[in-house]
């Protein structure tokens, strides 16, 4: 059941981008090299990059908008088309299809993507995707949908994989408002299989390779490059990814201030050190290293859902984004997330109710904000269709980090279920 609007256009993303005009190119990489200027020290790498010319596919790790920038300078003066998220468009829809970006609604199967990305490789020009598809929220590879190896192998061009470092402990995404001083930006821009390789290889050694090379954890990057980040501010907004306590077990309850974490349930406290290591005021320290936490945390979800304890249901007040220059207040809504039916949005608009479902299957991630720049500074969670998303705000705090995490965990589970009811078919 869709939502009553008045106006019943969506903004159309099935269609083809245009060849980015040289112009947009050189202004891009003008605009970028500008804005770098004023940021923190950057290095850019290439590794294995000589004599390759476009068309090729450049998979990115995502952490913060300078990574566009980073790779406008990484890539000049060659054309490169974006995947780009619809929100990306919001009040710039021109811009956007001037720069020849493609615009996709996220963790969506969007059939006109493949059409698109293999008319921009067909003009010989770069295709760029950040298939992450979101912010990293604990600095680490989020989940890399297996998607790709098979888009890849079906185009026979080269793969380029740029990977930013430095970019999550500048700006991390439970506090990007705030930058960190002093911290070095390090990007390396490697081709990591030619067209040969993509040709001789199969799907699942594509895969394999872009995982490892997409492997990163910027805490481990601080640790051994000695990145000292000393600011008195630098724990606020940790609790967001760090959600449940691992003394007392409680979730939702844990809170930062200045360079501490704190669970308000048990009152244990934990200092965020210079190297970005946790320590325990008083008794043992859990995990020392942020990322361990945070996968603690998945694998509690993972528990919840096997043994059937998991679900999720809230109030939420929700905007949605049917075209780009306005989001339109659709008020208050209901949440609910099951491990068997997914995501169900449900809400009256116009005087008409409206009901959004979206299957486990269907969704290898998901997008949350912790502090949503085009909305209200608030958390949220973004759940697309094909034409439209809808950005809910939850009345319960501190929930969207476990529902990204078992968003993941049930597709992984989803997959396995399939593939083991295939290997017993065959078998
Ligand atoms: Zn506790």
Not at 229 to 256: N, V, W
Not at 339 to 352: A, Q, S, V
């Amino acid at each position: 059941m869709e939502v009553n609007y008045k106006n019943k256009k969506y903004y159309n993303t099935a269609k083809y981008p245009i060849r980015q005009p040289k112009i947009m190119t050189f202004l891009l990489y003008l605009v970028s090299k500008i804005a770098l200027m004023f940021g923190p020290k950057y290095k850019i790498e290439k590794i294995n990059m000589e004599g390759l010319k476009p068309p090729y596919i450049l998979l990115s790790n995502h952490m913060y908008f300078i990574d566009f920038e980073l790779s406008a300078v990484a890539t000049f003066p060659h054309r490169v088309n974006n995947v780009a998220t619809i929100d990306g468009y919001y009040r710039r829809p021109w811009l956007m299809e001037l720069l020849g970006c493609i615009c996709k609604r996220k963790f969506t199967t969007d059939l006109h993507l493949i059409k698109s990305i293999k008319r921009v490789l067909q003009k010989g020009d770069v295709l760029c995707m950040y298939p992450e598809a979101r912010y990293s929220p604990c600095g680490t590879t989020a989940i890399l949908p297996d998607s790709l190896g098979k888009l890849i192998k079906s185009c026979k061009v080269p793969v380029v994989v740029t990977i930013h470092h430095g970019n999550y402990l500048y700006t991390p995404f439970w506090n990007y408002r705030k930058p960190r001083k002093n911290v070095p930006l390090y990007t390396t821009v490697t081709k990591i299989l030619s067209a040969e390789d993509v040709a001789s290889k199969s799907v699942e050694e594509i895969n394999e390779a872009i995982k490892a090379a997409m492997e990163y954890d910027e805490y481990k990057w601080q640790k051994e490059h000695n990145i000292i980040i000393d600011q008195p501010f630098r724990a606020e907004g940790l609790h967001k990814i760090l959600y449940q306590c691992p003394a007392c077990g409680t979730e939702h309850e844990m809170a930062s201030e200045g360079t501490k974490l704190f669970c308000k349930s048990c009152g244990k406290v934990w200092e965020m050190t210079e190297l970005g290591e946790l320590k325990a005021e008083k008794g043992v320290t859990e995990f020392s290293h942020i990322p361990d936490w945070y996968e603690w945390e998945r694998a509690q979800v993972r528990t919840q859902i096997e043994r059937g304890e998991y679900c999720f249901e809230d109030e939420v007040e929700v905007y949605s984004l049917p075209r780009c220059m306005k989001f339109e207040k659709l008020g208050a809504g209901k949440l609910v997330h099951d491990p068997r039916r997914g995501f169900i949005l449900t809400g009256e608009y116009n005087g008409k109710k409206y009901e959004i479902e979206r299957h486990p299957s269907g969704m290898y991630g998901v997008h949350i904000e912790y502090d949503y720049c085009y909305l209200r500074p608030e958390d949220c969670i973004d759940i697309s269709t094909d034409k439209d998303s809808f950005y809910c705000y939850p009345v319960k705090q501190n929930v969207v980090t476990k529902l990204s995490l078992a968003t993941e965990e049930l597709f992984k589970l989803h997959s396995e279920k399939i593939k083991n009811e295939k290997s017993t078919r065959n078998g």
